[in-house]
């Protein structure tokens, strides 16, 4: 695979247990992407997994080493020690993180550091999770509503452009249930090499396909939802 391209997980097909998730977060990633320009930062990089969907001047992967994520095959250019982000004030024109925020135990903190080095009028674009089961333990340690998401950056000193739930209530539900039977029926299946390959492919593409035709059929709610997707600026007055 080429640096910067898709990989699957990420851009996956029906079959792929946590599809709903991430096809709702690629359209909405790429949706925004073409608001990011200049000097890009990528605050907790990792492969880069969205790389190609930006077309920036340069492109900077920043990442914590920590015992719950090994960063073997990674695309990291500068790591930094959880406090203190290694570049001067006022650096970047734009900065992107995906799926990193609900990691950072002290996202108050770091986020005034993420202010600091972009320049005035700079923009950020950044996903977090609302509905998953814990991940890369030991460092899980939030979940963000709405509200609480937009209230954090508007007491740091942005503005929320846009902001956008990936996903609705029913697609939630099921997916939720997806990722139960994958962590916790699958692992059983795999011991019978002759049905797992069909299990996988009759269980994910099945409650896939019933997520995306309930989802249309139920009544739309959105007070459960999968991902936060926010869009902000940095306040030109500060």
């Not at 508007?154 to 029913?170: H, P, S, Y």
């Amino acid at each position: 695979m080429k640096k910067g391209e898709l990989a699957y997980e990420f851009n996956p097909g029906i079959t792929y247990p946590a599809y709903l998730t991430r096809k709702r977060l690629l359209a909405s990633i790429r949706k925004s992407s073409k608001d990011l320009t200049g000097r890009m930062l990528d605050f907790g990089c990792g492969t880069k997994p969205y790389f190609n969907l930006f077309k920036v001047e340069q492109y900077i992967g920043l990442d914590f080493e920590n015992p719950g994520h090994p960063h073997f095959n990674e695309q990291i250019d500068v790591f930094y020690d959880g406090k203190h982000i290694p570049f001067q004030d006022n650096y970047f024109d734009a900065v992107f993180s995906s799926e990193v925020f609900e990691h950072v135990f002290n996202l108050e903190e770091v986020l005034k550091e993420i202010y600091r080095v972009m320049k005035p009028g700079a923009k950020i674009l950044i996903t977090c999770p609302f509905s998953i089961c814990e991940h890369e333990a030991p460092n899980d340690f939030a979940r963000y509503s709405s509200f609480a998401i937009r209230d954090l950056f508007n007491r740091n000193g942005f503005k929320v452009l846009k902001q956008e739930k990936t996903g609705n209530a029913v697609e939630t539900v099921f997916q939720l249930w997806i990722m139960y039977i994958h962590q916790h029926i699958t692992p059983y299946v795999r011991k019978i090499p002759i049905v797992r390959s069909v299990f996988r492919f009759i269980t994910y593409t099945s409650l896939n396909i019933m997520a995306l035709i309930l989802g249309k059929l139920l009544p739309l709610r959105q007070d459960l939802y999968l991902n936060n997707v926010v869009l902000a600026e940095k306040n030109n007055l500060s």
